[in-house]
């Protein structure tokens, strides 16, 4: 019987369009809703949308429209970016849907006749902003300790829902279950502030102030605070949205993914509301942190708010997902920058699986006709054991382990991942498949080789599924592994070895295109959206230009021939290429000169694949004093066209054995 799995997003206020926060919340839930799936377990993943309150009524009021052509004309915006994003989310609740409503008023009345909720006139300090009440001591010198703007003194009569009443259970549960609430830093920050008398909830507001919500259904004359309605929606989302009413088979939630801007709504409101109800409570409750932009809080009134959409078509989707998770912990604070991901982007992504794939397809099709070999496990020896073992670890522990409700550790998880593709491409490194190639007496070995390294691909391929799902589609494309993602593939362990053989590899595009940062920096669509771009390095740019204009104008000194016949140039055939790591233009190419094999570092990486290059006949200068690039050493230059940006290799019009001079 498959485990129940229900995971949630906050849902967000429709005060505005979605921006890379949302985005943040919902990707991590959609890598454990998925993950979960591969896993075989029965899973609900619920987002939507907050539509009441002050903030949608003064954002409506704003744009003159009314409340709810106000939501219904921003709630695409949120659906479109979701499905955009790849998002597989089960249900999409609105707390303006009906089936919603009653269930908020049946709560309600359903307190209001225990005696939990009572009316009482009270006076405090107001926060506007975060539409509630603060108590004296809460309050220093007239500001919200929350949002940190002026408080007022307001009083009214209201009702109240008795939540004092709960504080001793709610520390005794979160004592008696550790993995309530996470991490544990903010576990102990909600146990610090239980530590304090726990206030009584207003949960109304009179409808002369607010008219924009769920009206009480024992007072006509108030609607209900918005957190009560908001954190109804994860229980009444499956009375109504999945086909047959299904909070038997869902509730209680597993995880309740949350910002830490809202971790005591969730923590205390929800638990208490919870226990009043007689509901069990969540299972895990995870806080995660909070994203600045290029090192500043994001905000309307600073400009920088950064539209996912803009990222997604500027750097892809898998990028996006990708960055995100892996930049920082998932409970700790991280800031978003364009350099940041186009580094992630052209070192994690484009040299690290990006090249472990293009090369692999590219030497199965040289070597092996083109389709998965068979291996021949007596020629295999401890490298093949440790990419083995890592392979089988990464589907099995590292997985499972970091991705547990209680941990979530995105980050690590894919460092993890990353970890094999290092080996993968160490592997086809040392194990020099090109070499093989040229001894007929070590076949058996070359397709042992060219198997492993498809079996690991095999492997990230499913370690990747959850968080990068095109990419995955695509490997699983390019080495015709024929998976089919909506079956729980993960659900069994996956064993070495079992990749098919004779499938046909197809060579298609880069995974990941490698992105140049100062090409970026020009683009004005991202500067408008709050990723800033630097003025320096366009002044560099036009600096460059300029130049240029002015070398094309002056006479390049005259050289006499001895001069030139200094330079021996030579044919050479490239039997591997690689990236230099940490290097966005520099290869790393092992080359035959007929007489000798030589390893030559060439700036022709952001024109060219490795992959491209190989069994390609090339011009080098044969005759230079070796010299080391980025640590790495060079035996010689290869000829290419072009200034600033590498245009053209030099290349033969004819075949012509490798050692030959060119004069
Ligand atoms: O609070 N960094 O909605 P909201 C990381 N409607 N995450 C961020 C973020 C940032 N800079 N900005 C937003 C509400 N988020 C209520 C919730 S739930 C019953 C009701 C994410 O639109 C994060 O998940 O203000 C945060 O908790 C949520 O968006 C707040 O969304």
New binding site residues.
């Given amino acids: 019987m498959a485990q129940s799995f229900y995971i949630t997003?906050?849902?967000?206020?429709v005060n505005d369009v979605p921006?890379i926060?949302?985005a943040?919340?919902t990707i991590a839930a959609d890598v454990l809703a998925r993950f979960r799936r591969l896993q075989g377990d029965d899973v609900f993943f619920l987002t939507g949308l907050?539509e009441h309150g002050q903030k949608v009524q003064q954002a409506a009021a704003k744009a003159s429209i009314a409340p709810q052509a106000h939501c219904d004309h921003l709630t695409p915006q949120f659906q479109d970016l979701w499905e955009k994003l790849g998002i597989t989310n089960n249900g999409f609740i609105r707390t303006t849907d009906q089936q919603h409503q009653t269930i908020v008023k049946r709560f309600l009345q359903s307190l209001y006749d225990k005696d939990l909720i009572y009316q009482a006139e009270y006076t405090g300090w107001y926060c506007t902003f975060d539409e509630r009440f603060w108590t004296e001591k809460d309050v220093e010198a007239g500001i919200c300790p929350d949002c940190k703007r002026p408080v007022e003194q307001l009083s009214e009569s209201n009702y109240f829902f008795r939540m004092g009443q709960f504080q001793d259970r709610l520390k005794a549960h979160i004592h008696d279950h550790p993995e309530f609430i996470r991490p544990i830093s903010r576990r102990n920050e909600v146990l610090g502030f239980l530590e304090k008398p726990l206030e009584d909830l207003s949960i109304s507001r009179p409808k002369s102030r607010l008219s924009w919500g769920i009206e009480l259904p024992f007072d006509s004359d108030y609607v209900t605070y918005v957190w009560f309605d908001?954190?109804t929606?994860y229980f009444s989302a499956l009375d109504y949205l999945p086909s047959v009413p299904s909070t038997t088979r869902y509730w209680p939630a597993t995880t309740h993914l949350?910002?830490k801007?809202?971790l005591t709504t969730h923590a205390v409101y929800w638990s208490t509301m919870l226990m009043a109800l007689e509901l069990p409570l969540p299972q895990t409750i995870f806080a995660?942190?909070?994203?600045t932009v290029n090192g500043e809080k994001?905000s309307k009134s600073r400009g920088n708010v950064v539209d996912p959409n803009v990222i997604i078509d500027t750097f892809g989707i898998d990028s996006f997902r990708y960055f995100l998770l892996r930049e920082v912990p998932f409970g700790q604070d991280g800031d978003f920058s364009q350099e940041a991901l186009i580094g992630r982007n052209n070192s994690d992504l484009a040299n690290g699986l990006g090249n472990l794939l293009s090369r692999t397809v590219t030497l199965i099709q040289r070597f092996a006709n083109g389709t998965i070999p068979a291996r021949v496990t007596s020629t295999e020896d401890d490298l093949d054991r440790e990419l083995e073992a890592a392979a089988e670890t990464l589907l099995q522990t590292t997985l499972p382990h970091h991705l547990h409700p209680e941990r979530i550790e995105f980050n690590r998880t894919l460092e993890g991942i990353w970890g094999l593709v290092q080996l993968g491409n160490q592997y086809i490194d040392k194990t020099a498949p090109w070499a093989l190639a040229k001894d007929s007496t070590k076949q058996e070995r070359l397709h042992t080789v060219l198997y492993n390294a498809a079996e690991t691909l095999r492997f990230l391929c499913l370690a990747n599924a959850a968080f990068m799902p095109a990419t995955a589609q695509t490997m699983n494309e390019q080495l015709g592994l024929g998976l089919d993602f909506s079956h729980p593939l993960l659900s069994q362990n996956i064993d070495w070895g079992t990749l098919g053989i004779g499938t046909t590899v197809q060579k298609g595009q880069p995974l990941f295109p490698r992105i140049d940062a100062s090409i970026l920096n020009k683009e004005s669509k991202l500067e408008t959206q709050g990723l800033k771009t630097d003025g320096q390095e366009s002044n560099k740019d036009s600096k460059e230009e300029e130049n240029k204009h002015q070398e094309g104008s002056t006479i390049e000194d005259q050289i006499s021939i001895e001069d030139f016949m200094k330079v021996q140039l030579k044919v050479a055939k490239v039997l591997a290429a690689e990236r230099v790591p940490k290097s966005n233009k520099l290869l790393k190419l092992q080359v035959d000169i007929g007489t000798e094999q030589r390893q030559i570092v060439a700036g022709i990486g952001k024109k060219y694949d490795p992959e491209q290059l190989i069994g390609q006949t090339i011009v080098i200068v044969a005759n230079l004093k070796p010299a080391k690039l980025m640590g790495v050493e060079s035996q010689g230059m290869v000829l290419a066209a072009g200034i600033k940006e590498v245009e053209g290799l030099l290349t033969l019009s004819e075949a012509v054995a490798a050692g030959v001079k060119v004069k």
């Fill in positions: 997003t906050p849902i967000y206020y921006h926060g949302h943040y919340t907050d908001a954190l929606n949350v910002g801007d809202i995660h942190g909070w994203w994001m």
